[in-house]
Structures are given as C-alpha cells and as structure tokens.
C-alpha cells in the first residue's frame, strides 16, 4: 500500500468538508426541541452518589449545556478520583475526556494511557470489531491532550486498523473515525507526510463501510449506533460513497425519541452531541467560563400506564458443544404491562430455580452475564444474546419492554 501517495490524498483534500456542507442544515426544528430537553433531563437525573459515574454522561452535559450543575459537579468529583487501575483503556479514555471537558487536568491520567497504548496490540490475529473501540477512544484523548506526542502511537493504531476491518461495527467504525480525524487536522506542521496519507486511506476505507450501513430512513446501523455515526460523517475530511441525508436521519431519531426509545441514559449521552450540533472533537473546545445555565425546561409528568398484566414466554438454550450442561426450557411469566425483560427474568427465577441468572453493571446498565449456572466466557467467545423470536434485542433487559404473548430467547451464543 501506498501511504504517500500524495496524489490520492490531495484528491481527498480536494473533496474535504463535502460531509461538512451536507449537514450545515440539520439541525433540531424549535417545535421538537422539548424532546432533546426531556432526554438530556432524564440522563442528567440518573447521576446520584450511589450511580456508577460515567464519563459518557459527563461529556455530553458538558456539549450540550448542562441544566442539573450540581449533578455535573457530582459527577466531575467522582471522575477526578477515580484510580485508574480500576479502568480499562477506553473508560480511562472517556475519563480524560470527560475531565478535559470540565476544563479539568486530568494529570497522570493521559500518561497512563499513553503508555498503554504504546504497548497495545489486539488480542490474536482475528480480533473482533470491538476490540478496537476503547484504543480509538484513547487515540481521541491523547490526541485532544498531546497531538505531537500521539503521531507515532495513532499511526501505529491505524496501520493494525487497516488489516483489521472485518468484521466491521458501526460504533467502533465512528470512534475509528473520530480518532483518526482529530489526528489529521491536527499533525503538527513539518512532520512526514505519510501521516496525512496514512489516515486519509484508513478514514476512507472506514467511512465507506459506516455509509454502506446508512438505511433508507437514515438510520445508521441501528437507532443506538447512529449517534456516534452522525458525529463521525459530520466531522470526516473524506468523501462518502453514499449519499447521506442527515435531515432524514434527524428526523428519525426525533421520532424514535417520541416514541420512548431513548430512556437509557448512555444511549442518551450517545445521542445528545448530535441533536445539540456537537461532536467529541468540540471536547478541548467546551467553555467553563462562569455563565447563567438556561434554566431547566418544564416537561409533562409520564402518563401511568395500565397495571394489567401481560403475559411472556421465556426460553433458555444452550446446544454450544463443549459446554457441559445443554439445555431448553421454556416458562410463562406474568409481569404488569409496562415492565422491562429483566423483571420477566426475576419473575422466572422466582417461579424455578433452572431460570437462576447473574448480571454485571456496565456503563450501559446490566448485561446477563450467567444463566442457570453457565457464564459467558470472553476467551470462549461466549456471550447470552436474548431475541424477540428470531431477531436479537437491540436494547438490554432493563429498558426491553415485552409486549403480551411475545416469545423471548435467550440463547447461548458463541461469536
């Protein structure tokens, strides 16, 4: 491969800021902004001293304006003594972030991470999508603290990426995009110019297949994943192959928000850059100068649902060969109309001990991590996926609502 194919790449510079154009005018319409305000709300009233502090939700307070200070005080507290022993490399990465957007020194958070990142490499020659998500997180960080410091780590980062595209995930895709973006606006001047060529040709590579995935209603990936995309298409200095309309995407997502879909507060903190205009390259860039904070909008109270009941049918498989119990069990449930999956859990292990299950807390709220004493097993490539007949959730088991007679799944799944 050529890197310094210095023709290709001043034919994408040519083309750089076409993307940028093309959202100029997406933007949320005034009538539906009691919408963002609503969610933005929700999210910030889930930070409590007993939360778990998430970064991501700190970050998008700070893009956006927030309206609960000393929700965002709590939570700047909480990052800033964090140990980061405790951290992976992309919640230390969200945490830098989280910290720069406070106007906060993150202090020997950023050389943690560098030299982290100085000796990563992905686990075996086959590495999943995923893997690369958190160390495209850390490219970010370092590149909004050290951008000349960063050069030869993100070049290192990019070439792996290059040999490393399938399988492809959309999230992964956007963070990629992100990374590698704040890297070429900002290599310093007077370095060699096979940086620029190495990111253009990887940035290329990635925003093609994110805008292979864009929907006919402007969804990206699905409704969770296209937050991030928004931010990564608005931001690219490569072309895309595909036409994206993003006043189509917005208005989808603005539906979706309507209808409910939105009430997890990371999905929120995912989404809420766009609907503010904002991407995570606007980190450095957030004003902590003192200010009057807009005063937080009024919304109307949720209306009560109906306490009938609804009645789930809940199977647990597992016909992964080599796993020493095989099984498939089937329960009804009834749970009130209304309830997240994870009550529909509950009230199966409740009913037998077979349905026994354990969750682990993460940044996106519980995953099932174990049922009827068989544990997902990350060397394995083990994992619980839950589908609604044959189509896997989007959405984890506490913001799932089943609706009466649906048949849930969960499966053992090997990937």
């Not at 965002?72 to 490399?89: C, E, G, H, P, V």
Request: include cysteine; charged fraction near 15%; hydrophobic fraction near 40%.
């Amino acid at each position: 491969m050529a890197w310094c194919n210095l023709h290709y790449l001043n034919l994408l510079w040519a083309l750089a800021g076409t993307s940028m154009q093309t959202q100029s005018s997406c933007s949320v319409p005034s009538a539906q902004q009691p919408l963002v305000n609503g969610i933005q709300i929700l999210m910030e009233n889930s930070v409590t001293s007993s939360a778990h502090p998430n970064p991501s939700i700190l970050i998008a307070m700070n893009l956006a304006g927030a309206y609960n200070l000393e929700a965002q005080k709590l939570l700047t507290y909480r990052l800033m003594a964090s140990n980061t022993a405790d951290l992976t490399i992309g919640q230390l990465a969200l945490t830098i972030m989280a910290l720069t957007s406070s106007c906060r020194d993150p202090g020997n958070k950023v050389l943690t991470l560098q030299r982290q990142m100085e000796s990563w490499t992905p686990s075996g020659s086959s590495a999943q999508a995923s893997t690369f998500y958190g160390p495209s997180l850390a490219i970010l960080a370092l590149c909004q603290n050290n951008p000349e410091m960063t050069l030869p780590i993100a070049a290192r980062f990019a070439k792996i990426l290059w040999n490393n595209f399938s399988p492809f995930n959309v999230d992964t895709g956007a963070m990629v995009t992100l990374a590698l973006t704040c890297m070429y606006n900002k290599i310093p001047i007077g370095s060699d110019e096979g940086y620029k060529a190495l990111f253009v040709e990887v940035l290329n590579k990635t925003v093609e297949q994110i805008s292979m995935r864009i929907e006919d209603n402007g969804i990206i990936g699905n409704i969770y994943s296209t937050g991030l995309a928004m931010q990564a298409l608005s931001v690219t200095p490569t072309q895309l192959n595909k036409e994206w309309n993003c006043r189509k995407t917005m208005d989808t997502i603005l539906s979706e928000i309507e209808q409910g879909k939105f009430h997890n507060p990371m999905s929120i903190a995912q989404i809420l850059p766009s609907l503010k205009g904002k991407t995570y390259l606007d980190v450095p860039h957030v004003s902590c100068s003192p200010e009057v904070r807009p005063t937080p909008p009024s919304h109307p109270s949720p209306v009560s649902t109906s306490a009938s009941s609804i009645t789930v049918i809940y199977t647990i498989n597992n016909q992964l060969r080599g796993v020493e119990l095989l099984f498939n069990v089937t329960i009804e449930v009834s749970v009130k109309n209304g309830s997240v999956l994870l009550a529909v859990l509950e009230e199966a292990q409740r009913k037998s001990p077979t349905f026994k299950f354990e969750t682990t807390m993460t940044s996106w709220g519980p995953v099932v991590s174990s049922i009827n004493n068989i544990a997902e097993n990350v060397n394995h490539k083990t994992y619980w996926q839950f589908l609604s007949g044959k189509t896997p959730l989007n959405e984890g088991v506490a913001d799932y609502k089943p609706f009466n007679h649906e048949h849930i799944t969960a499966n053992f799944t090997q990937y």
